[in-house]
């Protein structure tokens, strides 16, 4: 198959440079008593992101499952692992791309899948789109995003765009989403595996905040045919009164949420009123149909090959842990493998993604491109999943830090600082580009 540019620009020559151009915006906007938007230090860009957005949104963002001990070991499994320097190479010129789905990228990074990204800020997906594109990093959409695919795209037209596909209870409904994306120039789907069952989230259940409740992270559901269909039928259903949740205490967070639910009720009752949405059981019905619908536990291997009916993209599998479930997935035909452990939000103490890289990068041999995420903070970090076998690595909670802190400019900054330490960290340890990379760059520590 021809390959295919991802941006307008060379990809190799979009990314040569990054560092040094990244250094000498920050270095003389310093002369002016100019300092970052957001906080270069991962650590502090997290403190700071904690200071900028609501407990609930930060709760929601940062918390892992449980103890969230697989939070932790996500980012410990890096600090086994040593970059090994070779100096006296000539690297004065270094080149980040790579071939991903078919298209020269300017850089291994892809934006995760984060949800519900209007608690961070009001623009959301739209400006982590323009973000994105502005760096050409390939950006993968949310299924719990909040705003539909369609805005997304018409926010950033020559962004690079997944799309990733929660399996929803109703194989109309995934179906009418994936012919969605496909129409709005997504690149592939990201069939998300290890959210079947929503993980035992500690921080969000001391505060009893879950914002799918109050129609956050819905919209490609309330913007899809198939689900308001879902939801008129619910509505008007006969055993509508059964299946309705117990009434609530009023007191004024149950106003507030109950008012959010009627501004978020427009796309299905056809109206901007909050008056007339409010006296409709149609928002309501939203809400409580993504509920029943949202995820399926009986999804088994047996269930993909529905996918391929319903689209012509490549399809990724995300949330592969184990190296025989890589195998199964190359044996089902899939198109790419996704490693990732949802960031530690779904099992406490699991298996930290990092350790495991290897062993599924050894096994696949190339066969399909290999996604890698959870744990990622920095250029470094980068640096080490591309040399254990990723083809791809990608960033999650700092750049939804980014975009709490400072909107689009901040998650433009946060991908330009981890591409930045990529580049300087490949130079530095003597490789000029990233198909160098291999396990010799590294030593165990």
């Not at 298209?103 to 892809?110: D, I, S």
């Not at 690149?187 to 929503?198: I, W």
């Not at 089902?332 to 990732?340: C, K, L, N």
């Not at 890289?357 to 640096?383: K, N, Y």
Request: proline letters at 6%.
């Amino acid at each position: 198959m021809a390959q295919r540019s991802a941006a307008p620009d060379d990809p190799a020559a979009a990314s040569r440079g990054i560092s040094r151009r990244a250094q000498s915006d920050i270095y003389r906007a310093g002369i002016s008593g100019i300092r970052p938007r957001v906080p270069v230090d991962t650590d502090a860009l997290e403190a700071a992101a904690r200071k900028a957005l609501s407990a609930e949104a930060f709760a929601y963002v940062a918390g892992g499952a449980g103890a969230e001990r697989t939070v932790a070991a996500n980012r410990a499994a890096f600090g086994r692992w040593q970059v090994w320097p070779r100096p006296l190479r000539d690297v004065s010129s270094r080149d980040l791309s790579i071939d991903f789905l078919g298209a020269r990228r300017p850089t291994p990074l892809l934006l995760a899948p984060l949800g519900v990204m209007e608690m961070a800020h009001a623009e959301a997906d739209l400006a982590v789109a323009r973000a994105a594109a502005s760096l050409g990093v390939p950006y993968t959409l949310s299924n719990q995003a909040s705003f539909p695919m369609e805005d997304v795209r018409d926010a950033a037209p020559d962004g690079a765009r997944l799309f990733q596909l929660y399996w929803s209870a109703s194989d109309e409904l995934n179906a009418s989403l994936l012919g969605r994306a496909e129409a709005s120039g997504c690149e592939a789907v990201v069939v998300t595996l290890d959210t079947h069952l929503l993980g035992w989230r500690t921080r969000d259940l001391d505060l009893a905040y879950l914002p799918f409740t109050r129609a956050m992270g819905i919209a490609q559901y309330t913007s899809d045919p198939v689900f308001q269909q879902l939801v008129r039928e619910r509505s008007r259903g006969t055993d509508a009164a059964a299946d309705a949740p117990p009434p609530l205490k009023i007191t004024p967070k149950a106003v507030a949420a109950g008012v959010r639910i009627a501004r978020k009720g427009a796309a299905v009752t056809g109206t901007t009123s909050v008056h007339e949405n409010l006296r409709s059981p149609l928002p309501r019905a939203a809400v409580e149909t993504f509920l029943d619908v949202f995820s399926t536990p009986s999804l088994t291997w047996g269930d993909l090959a529905k996918a391929r009916q319903w689209t012509s993209l490549p399809i990724i599998l995300k949330g592969i842990v184990h190296p025989d479930d890589a195998i199964r997935a190359l044996d089902a035909g899939v198109d790419g493998i996704w490693i990732s452990n949802h960031g530690g939000r779904q099992i406490d103490q699991s298996v930290p993604t990092l350790e495991v890289l290897p062993t599924i990068a050894e096994r696949v041999g190339g066969r399909v491109p290999i996604v890698f995420d959870s744990g990622v903070r920095q250029g470094s970090h980068l640096f080490i999943a591309l040399a254990l076998g990723a083809t791809a690595v990608a960033l999650g909670r700092p750049y939804s830090y980014g975009l709490g802190i400072a909107g689009e400019a901040g998650v433009r900054e946060v991908v330009r600082n981890v591409l930045a330490e990529l580049d300087i960290t490949l130079g530095l340890s003597g490789h000029t580009s990233i198909a160098e990379l291999g396990r010799d760059a590294l030593r165990p520590a």
